[in-house]
């Protein structure tokens, strides 16, 4: 069932961490958290007994009521078991997924693949599509091909990044996608094709995720009010919005460039595809004069990616310089 073509290797051992979500909840109305790993895990009869496979629960709550702290623990033990060699699948909540499978490739270092999957549809609906998710997960994990990718998204038969993968539907059953890169894969009839990849970035071990980094967006007409607001709680650092490719009015510009000489300050375009540019315009505070500044472009990062990245890049005690390396590794 879990052959790939494209690899010569045996299949690896897989290990489910589960992590509550929608694919583990039921209810007829109401749907709350309910499957622990092993219940999870009989939603779909033709995994029960699959050779090397072992499933753990490490929490189970909706992802919006997941802390920091929680985030950290799933990544660290998603990351400690691909260190044995286990092909690793997540099950979490699609509210937040693409905030904890960002941490994830920030701390993985392993070559066994981690494969973030949930569901949109409780396990008692009708039409549920967690068991799918879960065995096309459950697929990538054990195969050859996705070896040395670092994170993964699994989710309505097909492959994303963690870097790229952002839930953009609510309700579809194909909830995720990757706006700038596009997926990288797909699982069709259990045998997972990869046709193309990303460069993984070097990895951090953050001891925590205490520090506080808000992302303020920009508008038409903005006064700067929200971004003064933000920076009187003392933030460790900023993820800031940008119009268009790098665009701010003058006095938005202003007010980060200062903010930029005593806190880290990343810089994200609104548009889903796209990264700042350098020099195509040249009105001021155009991408030329953020570039001027010390602000740090996102590169192809969500705020929110970049958000989970900046807090880790804090806790493992990075400088300025060496934050701005980091996601320079994403500014093409």
């Keep these: 069932m879990f052959s790939d073509a494209r690899s010569t290797l045996p299949p690896r051992p897989v290990t489910v961490l589960v992590a509550g979500g929608t694919i583990s909840m039921t209810g ?66 699609t509210d937040t997924l693409e905030e904890t499978a960002m941490l994830c490739d920030v701390l993985h270092d392993a070559e066994a693949p981690i494969v973030f999957t949930g569901a949109i549809r409780p396990a008692s609906n009708p039409g549920a599509d967690g068991p799918a998710n879960l065995l096309d997960a459950i697929s990538v994990a054990a195969g050859g091909a996705a070896s040395g990718m670092g994170v993964l998204v699994c989710f309505g038969g097909e492959i994303h990044h963690a870097r790229g993968a952002r839930k953009t539907d609510t309700t579809s059953l ?46 038409a ?13 003392a933030p460790d650092g900023v993820v800031i919005g940008t119009l268009g490719a790098g665009h701010v009015s003058p006095p938005i510009l202003e007010l980060w460039a200062e903010a930029a000489e005593r806190i880290p300050v990343i810089v994200y375009s609104r548009p889903e595809r796209g990264v700042i540019l350098n020099a195509t315009y040249g009105y001021r505070a155009s991408e030329a004069d953020l570039r001027e500044t010390n602000v740090i472009p996102a590169g192809f990062l969500s705020p929110q990616a970049a958000r989970m990245k900046l807090l880790a890049c804090l806790a493992s005690g990075l400088n300025v310089p060496e934050i701005r390396w980091a996601f320079g590794q994403d500014d093409g």
């Design 28 to 93: 007829e109305s109401g749907a709350s958290p309910d499957l622990d790993a092993d219940a999870l895990l009989k939603t779909v009869p033709d995994i029960v007994d699959l050779d090397g496979l072992s499933a753990e629960t490490v929490i189970n709550v909706p992802s919006a009521h997941l802390t920091l702290s929680d985030q950290l623990n799933i990544c660290r033990r998603a990351r400690d078991t691909a260190r044995r060699g286990n092909g690793v699948v997540v099950t979490h909540g």
């Design 174 to 219: 194909v909830a995720f996608s990757s706006p700038q890169t596009g997926p990288l894969g797909r699982v069709t009839e259990g045998h997972p094709t990869i046709w193309s990849q990303i460069p993984r970035n070097p990895s951090l071990d953050p001891p925590h995720l205490d520090g506080r980094v808000l992302v303020v967006p920009t508008m």
């Design 221 to 233: 007409g903005d006064d700067g009010a929200l971004a003064r607001a933000a920076l009187d709680t």
